[in-house]
């Protein structure tokens, strides 16, 4: 089977696209090459590559794909921020033309990454499923991800299975490192300073699922029977995949000894929510079992770093920053203002 990833060269496709290799799929990668260069470690990279702006996608880019696995977006709320309109072109507006056309020529798979930033600001008394519990997006981001995740749905057809993968947030090493999602940010924190600062009581909640947990998911999209997966929702993460702040401040802590942690309580955070996983873990159980916690994770980051050699200019810079590297090649006249490469030149 050949599948196209989109993003393929982001945080999660880095680590994606090994992964499909391994269990023998062909790769097509469709990316637009913004973070192309922000790589801190070398890894197989021989597939085939379509370096091309996702709202520019042709019939052409999809001869011969059989499925899609759908990551390409303005990855984060601070960067769909940037611009709310773009943010809705790029990541609700261009994933509907892309599936349109994906049905349009015969593919049968489309696995999107979608986001529990849909969910907003909750309470946190219950944990939230995927079809029952209220949808509060607030941010550019959230709201493009859950109107492009009701068109989707409406797609799905038995020659056309549209799945939605809604991930915890993602901790874990990659070659294409992002330092600006929690777990990472705290543990490259305490790894190049020797401290971490929490600005709340710690007390927010908030699910996290290690990166090879994901790739499993997006891997049980593709593999799992129509009859379970199709026009449906799942919350991606892991049994008693629920921390406050805190937890995860102490995981981190833990994997750089002598670092100290700080709560300074000085902001409150309203963002806590607290999700359901029951149904990822039962019903897709013969395809999706998460093997990562916490633990695992900032140890496999501290290895990670001692290889590498990485710096706290690298932790705070656009190699690992997204937001950072866009403001980079928007200030270098590598991209324009509507985020697309300038000149027609191929990054």
Not at 56 to 82: Q, W
Not at 162 to 185: E, M, Q, Y
Not at 245 to 267: K, N, Y
Request: charged share 25%; aromatic share 8%.
């Amino acid at each position: 089977m050949k599948v196209m990833v989109t993003g393929e060269r982001g945080y999660i496709g880095s680590v994606l696209v090994p992964i499909l290799k391994e269990k023998g799929y062909k790769v097509v990668g469709y990316d637009s090459g913004y973070f192309s260069e922000n790589l801190l470690e070398q890894f197989d990279e021989d597939y085939l590559k379509i370096t091309k702006d996702i709202r520019d996608i042709t019939r052409e880019d999809l001869k011969g794909v059989d499925a899609i696995i759908h990551l390409a977006g303005l990855s984060n709320d601070p960067l769909g921020e940037f611009s709310p309109k773009l943010t809705e072109d790029i990541n609700c507006n261009g994933t509907i033309r892309l599936a349109e056309m994906a049905k349009d020529v015969g593919i049968s798979r489309f696995v999107y990454a979608s986001s529990q930033s849909m969910y907003g600001v909750s309470n946190t008394t219950t944990e939230l499923d995927e079809d029952d519990s209220e949808k509060n997006p607030v941010t550019a981001y959230a709201i493009a991800k859950w109107n492009a995740e009701q068109q989707l749905h409406g797609m799905s057809t038995d020659d056309f299975v549209v799945t939605s993968l809604r991930p915890s947030t993602v901790f874990g090493a990659s070659p294409r490192l992002r330092c600006d999602i929690v777990f990472n940010n705290l543990v490259a924190c305490a790894y190049t300073t020797g401290k971490i600062e929490i600005m709340s009581d710690g007390s927010p909640w908030r699910p996290v699922v290690h990166i090879k947990d994901v790739c499993s998911a997006f891997i049980a999209g593709l593999e799992a029977p129509a009859a379970l997966v199709s026009g449906r929702a799942f919350n991606v993460g892991i049994p008693d995949g629920n921390f406050t702040v805190r937890d995860i401040a102490e995981a981190a802590q833990r994997s750089v000894p002598g670092s100290e942690l700080i709560f300074t309580g000085e902001h409150s955070d309203p963002r806590t929510y607290r999700v359901s996983f029951k149904r990822i873990l039962t019903e897709l159980k013969d395809h999706y079992k998460p093997e990562w916690d916490l633990d695992m994770g900032g140890k496999e980051l501290v290895e990670m770093f001692d290889r590498i050699g990485f710096t706290e200019k690298q932790f705070r810079g656009k190699e690992t920053i997204r937001l950072q590297q866009i403001a980079y090649l928007k200030d270098n006249g590598i991209i324009n203002d509507t985020l697309r490469v300038a000149n027609n030149e191929i990054l």
